[in-house]
Structures are given as C-alpha cells and as structure tokens.
Nanobody, 124 residues
Framework: QLQASGGGLVQAGGSLRLSCAAS????????MGWFRQAPGKEREFVTA????????YIADSVKGRFAISRDNAKNTVYLQMNSLKPEDTAVYYC???????????????????WGQGTQVTVSS
C-alpha cells in the first residue's frame, strides 16, 4: 500500500513537500512516480525515480521547480515542490511499479499500485 501525505493550501511562490510511504514490500523494490489530476482534467505525469534513486524523470511543466527523491531506509518517496503556481493545484498521487522498468515513466499504465492522493491547492 502507498500512503501519500503533505498536501495543503499554500500561496503562489510557496513550497510544499509531499511524502509517499510504502508498506508491505520495501520501497527499494519499486520504481516510483508522482502524478496529478486537476479538476476536469486528465491525470498527468509529474516525476518519477528509479529504485536506487540514481535516475529521475520529470515533466517539463515542473522542471526546475519540483524534485523527487527517495529514502529506501524509510520506505518513502518525496516530492519537493518549490515556486508553486496556481496551475499546480491538483490532487497528487504517488504510484509504484513492481516490475523491471524499461521505459515510459510518464505512462500511468506501467504502474501497479496507487496511493489515495493528497490535495495541493495554490492560491494566487
């Protein structure tokens, strides 16, 4: 199971850090990603990280502002969000892939498990 937390209300230009805790198997066995879904829009890829943390993938829309990291000892993946904009408002979901990762980090269909989502609201 995946448990996302850390969402909230923040002013534009502010920062938030989301956490995604994995239970059951240790998180080091998973390729992890973050997606988001704004009202009336499709779920979109934000960023992903491989099992060791040595490779990351990030959407152009958040590049330079968001960063993903992981602490396998704590079975937790983090999403540091800086310089937040109103258009970043969405429900943020963490996702995990248990199999070997080859490609397509931005494709939601490669992920096997999803967290419940945490709301991020950025006010202007």
């Amino acid at each position: 199971q995946l448990q996302a937390s850390g969402g909230g209300l923040v002013q534009a230009g502010g920062s938030l850090r989301l956490s995604c805790a994995a239970s059951g198997r240790t998180s080091s066995t998973y390729f992890m990603g973050w997606f988001r879904q704004a009202p009336g829009k499709e779920r979109e890829f934000v960023t992903a990280i491989n099992r060791s943390g040595g490779a990351t993938y990030i959407a152009d829309s958040v590049k330079g502002r968001f960063a993903i990291s992981r602490d396998n000892a704590k079975n937790t993946v983090y999403l540091q969000m800086n310089s937040l904009k109103p258009e970043d408002t969405a429900v943020y979901y963490c996702a995990a892939r248990s199999g070997v990762y080859y490609s397509g980090a931005n494709n939601s269909r490669i992920y096997d498990y999803w967290g419940q989502g945490t709301q991020v609201t950025v006010s202007s």
